[in-house]
């Protein structure tokens, strides 16, 4: 029989399910994917739920329900201080992972060059690749995940057609300075390059930080599209519903890809995040300093066992150093160990690079309750003193 698409064909599982059902078949406590461990607002939901029973249940437009798009431009009024038309540059998508895929297979074509930053979140690679891109990575390096200005600049050339930013950044907990967006905004308008931006957790920055749009610097408006996630800003990962904001002339081919992909994304989770997006400020910094204690609560627990765990600016995820924990010869062998012997779920920093690897970094997710925070610290704890005890 003929080969099936390259693509896709003998990869590895993306390393969130592969850790989740590890975690599950050792009964561990899952710090690995990153889910929170309580569903978002119950107002949200019951909006959804009134929605589904009252209906209609049929296709909404193809762009989305008037009411979220809306919404969406609303948000990036309130938020960002953009003005955005929510006819022409605001799309609906089943969750920021559609968005991504439609934004990358509308602007890249075949043999386009696409720079991305590693650590890179894991479809980034296989959807460039299908769209025929040729993928470009650049690294931010740990401890602090600092941008080389020389290696950026140096990725980009005439044969640059985009950028991908993934600004905060999964797993690095990065956020990225003026300065560095500045530079990224330099280089795109220097080289022609449409930048794809994945925000997704703009709404978790911590340490009263404020996120700020690639596309609010000047020049970028009309090369910069932005994407969002209900999943992340309601903690509610299992609607996957999304959102891209971005010029009109950049929508109307992503809403291209998007009518050939999904169409359309269910009405009533539609309506009830239109409703979660007008919610009032005291959410959104509920939202924040919730997962902020959390995020101290686990990163005190694991220093206190002896983990290097590097600064977390924003996101769910804290990364830690585990050289000289004796957990294994790499990433994988200690998240292997830790799942299967210590009880607990984490995943590997060296799924979110193309090639070459660091083998020292593990990732915990900390949008847990405070009492399954304590529980996985308790399980890592009487596993480290009882390997400790075992090496004395
Ligand atoms: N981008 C990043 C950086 C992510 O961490 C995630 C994980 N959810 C996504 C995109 C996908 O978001 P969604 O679930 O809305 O598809
Ligand atoms: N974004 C989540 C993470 O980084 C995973 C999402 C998924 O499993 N597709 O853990």
Known sequence: MKPTNPVFTGIDTTVFETMSRLAMAHGAVNLGQGFPDVDGPEDIRRVAAEALV????????????????????????????????????VMVTSGATEALADCLIALVSPGDEVVLIEPLYDCYLPIVKQAGGIPVRVRVTPPDWSMNEDALRAAFSERTKAIL????????????SERELQLIADLCIEHDVYAICDEVYEHLVFDGAQHRPLMTFDGMRERAVRIGSAGKTFSLTGWKVGYVTGPAGLMDPISKAH????????????KAVAYGLGRDDSYFAGLTQDLMSKRDRMAAGLAGLGFSVLPCAATYFLTCDIGGLGLGRTDVEACETLVTQAGVAAVPVSAFYGSDAPTDYIRFCFCKQDTVI??????????????????A
């Not at 938020?79 to 022409?88: M, R």
């Not at 930013?165 to 990065?174: E, F, Q, V």
């Open 165 to 176: 930013i993934n600004n905060p950044m999964n797993p690095t907990a990065k956020v990225f």
């Open 374 to 391: 304590d529980e996985a610290l308790t399980r890592l704890a009487a596993f480290l003193t009882a390997a400790r005890a075992e090496s």
């Open 259 to 270: 009518q050939w992909l999904t169409f359309t994304t269910p009405p009533n989770l539609q």
């Open 54 to 89: 009252e209906g209609p249940n049929q296709y909404p437009p193809m762009l989305g329900l008037p009411a979220l798009r809306q919404a969406v431009a609303d948000a990036n009024k309130r938020f960002y201080g953009l003005n955005v038309d929510p006819q022409s540059e």
